[in-house]
């Protein structure tokens, strides 16, 4: 036996029916687009969340990046290289823009990209005079004490 619903009249009557075909249609519609947009926002291929995190320079104990979400945009927090005159070990954060799957940072004279190795969980900067630097996720191991 099919589904019905229960219907009260003005009267206290109570009456059965079977529910309209075009009702039916409309819950399986809102199902299937609910589904289409739940998949669409989980799935985006340039969301950037692989970016976010705390990454180290397994060659480099001073070279740790934070990045971190702001809206659309990206923070990265970092410090100035111990070799710096006048700046070393200074704070010094920058923004950055997700364009095409590579995080470009706004601010470091332009060239750098970072780009997420997903099968080694790792990042990739390419710096703007030349050559790699590769960033594990996490932070450095502490040196060993004497």
Known sequence: MAHRIKLQ???????TKAPSKRLATLGIRSLITALIV????????????PYVGTWHNPKSTYQVLTISRQGENFRI?????????GHAGKPVQVAALLKDGVLLPQGWGGGVAITHIAESNSLAVQ??????????????????TP
């Not at 739940?38 to 969340?49: I, K, M, N, T």
């Open 9 to 15: 009249t003005a009267g206290g009557q109570v009456r």
């Open 77 to 85: 927090d970092t410090t100035n290289p111990p070799l710096s005159k």
């Open 38 to 49: 739940f998949v669409l926002a989980a799935c985006g291929a340039d969301s950037g969340e």
């Open 127 to 144: 710096r703007h005079g030349g050559g790699t630097v590769t960033f594990l996720r996490g932070t450095a191991a502490a040196p060993p």
